[in-house]
Every structure is written in structure tokens, then in C-alpha cells.
């Protein structure tokens, strides 16, 4: 690992300046990704300022949603009894992430910033594109099992591997933003960038930026997420859905389906969703849904098998709605 300085602070406008005058410091605050990347000589930092004594771990329930704090730890909101009531899609999403002791110690802003699982991008042995922008991607011949299929380009294939992000992105979530001169409020939906010819941009976060807060819009329906992996904890997913239903007497009035594991970010069913709505809840609506589902799917040369497993996912995950 390269020398690094260290510096706690406890103001959040301090945290947002020194990062602005500096362009080589980096926030930490569970640092359960970042260390990782820094030993494995994949990202380097000359300054971490530690941000974990800013007042920015709140989970407030107010009239129109709920407001969760950037370093809320992933355990707190996923045991939290209000989240489980309303939102069970994120304790679910939660509690199929990582590892107790990784979820006691990792935030949900940092979360939401890890960087992708691909072992080429992790280990500076091989080309990638997202570590060494123009060097090439190793993954596109090499061993692509865990990749994508829907949204990868000619220069990365790798996936987004939050789940947390795939449950957000179901419920339309909002990422509060903060910098020296302005806040701002971004759509999840915006906030991920698809890697084109620029993999090493993965969000629209700028430099000198800080995500404070993620906002949730009230929901009324039932919710749920499902996770596919290669065994049964900490592991990241195959495939995933994330699902919140709004069903009357028996037929769909509204549906949010987003999926994980199958793109660089997480998947919006945008089509898959019209294709449901007004239809009966039964399981020939599912088992049509599904084929929508993956239309656009394109594997990569291992992974083909992601296409039956999405399909079979996304029914077995409305079934249980
Ligand atoms: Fe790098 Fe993306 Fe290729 Fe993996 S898939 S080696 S992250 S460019």
C-alpha cells in the first residue's frame, strides 16, 4: 500500500473544503471497499479524511418518505423496525449484502460508491479499462460468468454489484449531494452512468462532492427482493430483482421491478413494468413478464445462463409480492 496522511473531521463544510483544495484526498468512512483497493494497489489516495464523526447517520421518517443518512452503518437501517415496516425491499436488499461484520461497518453511501467486483479490474496483473482508461478490457475474452447483459459496451462488461442500489432504484430514490458552493438532489436513476467509451465514470458524483443523504418517496405496496447467488451468504449476485407491487382485487395497478447483477448499474424493468400494469396477478402474467424482461438481454460468452436465471427470478419474485 502507498503512504497515505490521515486527517478526522468533524465539521461537513471542513470535510467538503479539504477535498476541493485537495484533488488527491478521498472521504472514507466504513472503508470496508476502499482499503481493500488501496492494498491491492487498484486506487490510491494521498490523504483520507475520515468522515465518520459528521452528524449524517440519521434515519428520519417524515410525512412524505424517509430521509436515511450517507453513514448510516448498512446494519442500522437494515434492523431499523420502520424501514422493515415500510421499506422492506432495502432491509431485504441489506441482509443479502456482504457479511455481518462488513454490514455493521459499512455505510449505506459507500455502499452505494463501491467499486465493481470484476477480478481483472482487481488485480493491476491485467488491462482494464475502468482502472487504465484505453488499455483494454481483459474480461470482454477472458472469464465473463459474473458480467453483463444488458447495458455493457465494447470497453467494459462489468456489473454494479450493490443490492442495496438495486432495491433504490425500485423505489425511485433520491441521492442528496453536497459541495463547497451548492446542494443538489440527483434521481438514482441519473446518478449511475452506463460505462460507453468512458468506464472509469461510473456516477455523475463530481469531484469535491459528498452524498449526505438518500431520500425515499413514500410507498404504499408491498415489496420485496430476491437474490440468486453461488451460495447462500457473502457473495454477490448473479442475478437479483427487486419488486414493489401495488395490486387491487387481484390485478396490478402499478408495478417497480429493477434488477441487479445483470448490468454497470442497477436495471430498471421500465418495459417489463408497463407490461404488467392492469393485467391479473397470476402466473401467466409472470411467465409473460419475464420474456419482456429479457428481450434486450445480449450475454457475453459465459454467461447465457443469466437469461433463464432473470426469468426465473423475476417470476418466482412476483409470486411472492
Ligand atoms: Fe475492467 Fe470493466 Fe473490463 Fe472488468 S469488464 S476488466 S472492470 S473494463
Known sequence: MQPFSYAKVSSQERAIATIEQDKTAVFIAGGTDLLGLMKDGVQTAKKLIDINSLPLADIEFQNNGVSIGAISRMSDVAFHPQVQECYPVISQALLQSASPQLRNMATVGGNLLQRVRCGYFRDPVFPCNKR???????????????????????????????????????????????????????????????????????TVLQSGELIVA????????????????????????????????????????????????????????????????????????????????????????????????????????????
Open 132 to 202: 487504465t482508461p484505453g488499455i483494454g478490457c481483459a474480461a470482454i475474452t477472458g472469464h465473463n460468468r459474473m458480467h453483463a447483459i444488458f447495458g455493457a459496451s465494447e470497453h467494459c462488461i462489468a456489473v454494479h454489484p450493490s443490492d442495496l442500489a438495486v432495491a433504490l432504484t425500485a423505489l425511485d430514490a433520491i441521492i442528496c449531494i453536497q459541495s463547497v458552493e451548492k446542494s443538489r438532489r440527483i434521481s438514482i436513476h441519473d446518478f449511475y452512468l452506463l460505462p460507453g467509451e468512458t468506464p472509469e465514470i461510473e
Open 214 to 321: 438518500i431520500e425515499i418517496p413514500n410507498f404504499a405496496s408491498k415489496s420485496h427482493y430476491l437474490k440468486v447467488r453461488d451460495r447462500a451468504s457473502y457473495e454477490f449476485a448473479l442475478v437479483s430483482v427487486a419488486i414493489a407491487l401495488e395490486v387491487e382485487e387481484d390485478i396490478i395497478k402499478s408495478a417497480r421491478i429493477a434488477f441487479g447483477g445483470v448490468a454497470p448499474k442497477p436495471w430498471r424493468g421500465w418495459e417489463t413494468e408497463e407490461f404488467i400494469k392492469g393485467k391479473p396477478i397470476n402466473l401467466a402474467t409472470f411467465t409473460a413478464a419475464a420474456e419482456v424482461a429479457i428481450k434486450e438481454a445480449k450475454p457475453q460468452t459465459h454467461n447465457e445462463f443469466k437469461i433463464e436465471l432473470i426469468k426465473r427470478a423475476l417470476i418466482r419474485a412476483l409470486s411472492n409480492s
